[in-house]
């Protein structure tokens, strides 16, 4: 049995009071992509969103045994929100301030916090679960030397249906692409992307959205690039984060 510190406690007795008030009543609803919104701003303004990021960029600065209470806390509530505290803003988001440019932060990171953004983590491939260094989405620089230009799909998205910004890994370079790892990076590729798509949108035995995506010479500025290489091992303990319940 863990013994919670007095600030935990306190965590955890406001998450069940506003949950109760603002969140349990519609909580097993369906809702519409308007009440969604609401829903998100309201978890930013409790700072239920982006818990564990630094104040700085808007978040709540708080370690992750802190934010593992509060989620745990929403689920008795209402699984939905729960999920949106863990998966965009603690877990996803985390990408962002492990990785990401001052400027990158500013543009993603911060709305994330405020419930103005929605991220997903774009990592599964059809052939490439488990194995994830199996992934075949490729993303080669433009022949203007401007952008990067993306190919491949990924399954499994959590809050896809959602996401405004997709932090997507995707092997770097030429064609023959290095196997393995090394050449593995993420980009951030926003929903209205060219040549990106949602094909489909599922729902799990949990009843959470999960989307498949397509990019077909989706071209990527350069400026949203995180990193595009030799970063496989951070970036598997930065997308583990998404694992916080
Ligand atoms: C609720 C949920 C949310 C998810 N959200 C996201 C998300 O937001 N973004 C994202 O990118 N992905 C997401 N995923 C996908 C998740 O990362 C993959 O499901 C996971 O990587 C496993 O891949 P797979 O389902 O293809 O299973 P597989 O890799 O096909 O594995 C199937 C089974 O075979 C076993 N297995 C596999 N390889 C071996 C081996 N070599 N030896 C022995 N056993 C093996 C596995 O342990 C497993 O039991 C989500 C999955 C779930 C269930």
Not at 83 to 112: D, F, K
Not at 188 to 208: C, Q, W, Y
């Amino acid at each position: 049995m863990v013994n919670l510190t007095d600030e935990q406690l306190a965590i955890k007795g406001m998450v069940a009071d506003f949950a109760k008030r603002e969140l349990a009543d519609g909580a097993f609803k369906p809702e519409s992509e308007d009440d969604y919104r609401r829903r998100l701003r309201k978890l930013a303004a409790q700072g239920l969103l982006g818990m564990t990021a630094p104040v700085e960029h808007g978040g709540g600065g708080l370690s992750y045994a802190d934010a593992l209470v509060a989620v745990e806390e929403m689920a008795r509530h209402d699984p939905r929100s729960a999920n949106e505290m863990h998966t965009n803003g603690t877990g996803t988001a985390s990408h962002l301030w492990v990785l990401g440019t001052p400027e990158q932060q500013e543009r993603w990171l911060r709305p994330i916090c405020e419930g103005r953004l929605r991220c997903a983590i774009a990592m599964t491939e059809p052939e490439a679960g488990s194995a994830a260094t199996e992934m075949t989405t490729t993303a080669t620089v433009t022949e203007d030397g401007q952008a990067y230009c993306l190919n491949g799909s990924k399954i499994f998205i959590s809050g896809g249906k959602h996401a405004d910004v997709f932090i997507t890994y995707a092997r770097f370079g030429a064609p023959p692409f290095e196997d393995g790892g090394r050449s593995i990076g993420a980009l951030v590729v926003e929903k209205d992307t060219p040549g990106f798509s949602i094909l489909r949108n599922d729902h799990n035995m949990a009843d959470e959205d999960q989307a498949q995506l397509l990019f077909d010479n989706s071209r990527v500025p350069k400026f949203n690039v995180l990193v595009t290489g030799n970063a496989f091992g951070r970036l598997i303990r930065i997308y583990n984060r998404n694992r916080l319940s």
